[in-house]
């Protein structure tokens, strides 16, 4: 690991955790005040619904412009700014007079974590190798799922002494607390290893990156996955309170127990990797995703304990997959780290992105709607692994990260 002058390797892995944190924080924080927000601000579910939505699709788009930045500047500045404009967007989320506001300052924090998100996966490749960094990688996974179970538990309790707002005075002051730490950060990408050409010349890093195939193929297989979940995200508190009628309290219990389920996936990943291959590993995720799938859309709807029971088995799922996606991703990134990184973090949050839009959309029936995604999803996750496996888009590289 490059050398920190104020942060130990432990402090470095728990800075880590805590800013890969700030995603889930700022959308779980506030969900059990989504209905209320859309009595307060007079809004639909779709409107209210887009608070979320819009912040993943900005937060996909500027992990793009701020990779081939961090290659070119180093990862401290970019480091710094997001901090900045994220204290500062969610100070203005929680002052929001309106809905519309509000949607901006949920833009400007999106823009925010997405130079966090973008600098602290670099990070990880910058300071870790191998089976060192495989284990960084499921420690910071493990702990990050932290948030989504505790965030919603929070919000809940928030709500028992103020509204909405609470939430987003909450991230202001975590936020703020990130820039503290962000200015204590030594820089880990020497002088020598920047890209040195112009701003938007270094734009061109993406295509670079873009047009390796195998590796491209990899990350939208993986990717498709994420939608689910994030509809899950954009639905479970209409699910929950509208749908089966409990409380914002009796919802953050629910949303915590599902969320619970993702501490143990990086750690039954490291488990796992040591008795399956890669193929075995990725089999095994397709037949929990689909069996959760057709579950949730049999049974998933007769009451509320058999819905979190039907989903848990694809909340499971999703935890081992992202560290395993995530190290071989990164094992085939050689060079602009940076850049690629940001396209490793994009890809799923763009899927992540559409399955929120449809998580919302007027099914009529929530859990029907995403019963239908997740079988969706993972059925063309498989075609696409079908398509990798014959060789469609060249061998892997790395013997460690051949999935054919």
Known sequence: MRQQKYLSISA?????TFIGAFIPLSTDLYLPALPQMGNYFSASEFLVGLTLTIFFFVFAVSMI?????????????????????????????????????????????????GAIITVETALIK?????????????????????????APLIGGVLLTFTDWRGAFCLLTILGAINLFVAFLFCETLPEHKRY???????????????????????????????????AYLSASSFIYVEFFDLTAQEYSY?????????????????????????????????????????????????AAIMFLLTFLPFTAIGAVIRPFAMEILLNEAKDNVGTASSIINFVPTLFG???????????????????????????LSIALWLLIKRGKFGAARLAASDLT
């Not at 002052?95 to 949920?106: C, E, H, K, M, N």
Request: aromatic content about 12%; some cysteine; overall charge positive.
């Open 12 to 16: 470095m892995i728990a800075y880590l």
């Open 65 to 113: 412009l701020f990779g081939p930045l961090a290659d070119k500047f180093g990862r401290r500045p970019i480091l710094i700014f997001g901090a900045a404009i994220y204290t500062a967007a969610s100070f203005a989320c929680a002052v929001s007079a309106d809905i519309y506001f509000l949607l901006a300052g949920r833009f400007f924090q999106a823009v925010g974590s």
């Open 126 to 150: 910058d300071c870790f190798r191998g089976q060192v960094m495989r284990k960084i990688l499921a420690i910071t996974q493990a702990l990050g799922v932290i948030a989504p179970m505790v």
């Open 196 to 230: 040195h050409g112009g701003i938007f010349r270094s734009l061109t890093l993406l295509v670079e990156v873009g047009r390796k195939k195998y590796f491209m193929a990899s990350l939208i297989m993986f990717s498709i996955l994420s939608a689910p979940y994030m």
């Open 254 to 302: 629910f949303f915590a127990v599902n969320s619970a389920a993702s501490i143990a996936g990086p750690i039954l990943y490291l488990k796992l990797k040591n008795i399956l291959s890669n193929v075995r590993l990725l089999q095994l995720n397709f037949f929990a995703a689909m069996a959760s799938g057709i579950l949730v859309l049999t049974v998933g709807q007769t």
């Open 353 to 379: 992105s559409l399955g929120m839009m449809l998580g919302t959309l007027p099914w009529g029936n929530f859990i029907f709607g995403l019963g239908i995604i997740i079988t969706t999803s993972t059925a």
